[in-house]
């Protein structure tokens, strides 16, 4: 898999848009890693996170913030493959 000098994959830059891909640091900017390749990255990108962060690393970061950033399916996903607890269902922006 074709890496950034930095060691994030090539194939992951549509999931930052926003970002210039060759300036990201994973340490640094770990946070924004994270998210985005367990929400948008496919089996390889993901088998690179999980070798270069480890598996406690993530399960901390969907445990702690997963439910609140990922699209909801993808949470669901994480949250039943780390068996998480489960959490109130989104219902928007403003209670009613």
């Avoid at 950034?4 to 640094?28: D, K, M, W």
Wanted: some cysteine; charged content about 25%; glycine content about 6%.
């Amino acid at each position: 898999m074709e890496q950034t000098a930095n060691g994030i994959p090539v194939s992951l830059r549509a999931a930052f848009q926003e970002y210039t891909l060759e300036q990201l640091h994973p340490h640094e900017d770990q946070f924004t890693v994270i998210e985005r390749t367990l929400a948008f990255g496919d089996r390889e990108e993901l088998r690179w996170l999980f070798a270069y962060f480890g598996r406690a690393t993530v399960y901390e970061w969907c445990a702690d913030y997963g439910h609140r950033l990922l699209p909801r399916r993808r949470y669901l996903f994480w949250a039943n493959y780390f068996n998480l607890p489960p959490h109130a269902p989104r219902n928007g922006a403003w209670k009613h």
